[in-house]
């Protein structure tokens, strides 16, 4: 599957932001679907995701009751939705999907598909 992920930019400190990540292919319901962020001079960290179905959800401690994770199977897409942003939340954010039980949806390096990432920059 190809991905392509959107709707970085550059945000006030308690705005908002949308980022989408639309798939190619027919088998969009076959993964489970994740974002991953990576800031300056650190490593690829987990954000949160979504289980193939859409029902099971998972969120690092860091976003949680902030960031909100979603998917519409009839246009291929995931969304995260990025509340009360803080300036520790600026980095490049990648969607990746997986084939693998949700136990391992939060380690990188079971991810072959990678969106190209998008930079969110927040401002205090």
């Known amino acids: 599957v190809q991905l392509q992920a959107s709707g970085g930019g550059l945000v006030q400190a308690g705005g908002s932001l949308r980022l989408s990540c639309a798939a190619s292919g027919r088998t969009f319901n076959s993964y489970a679907m994740t974002w991953f962020r990576q800031a300056p001079g650190k490593g690829r960290a987990f954000v949160a995701a979504?289980?193939?179905?859409?029902?099971?959800?998972y969120y690092a401690d860091s976003v949680k009751g902030r960031f909100t994770i979603s998917r519409e199977s009839t246009k291929n897409t995931m969304y995260l939705q990025m509340n009360s942003l803080k300036p520790e939340d600026t980095a490049v954010y990648y969607c990746?999907?997986?084939?693998?039980?949700?136990?391992?949806?939060?380690?990188?390096?079971?991810?072959?598909?990678w969106g190209q990432g998008t930079l969110v920059t927040v401002s205090s």
């Open positions: 979504v289980g193939r179905g859409g029902g099971a959800t």
């Open positions: 990746a999907a997986a084939s693998v039980p949700d136990s391992a949806l939060g380690k990188a390096y079971n991810y072959a598909s």
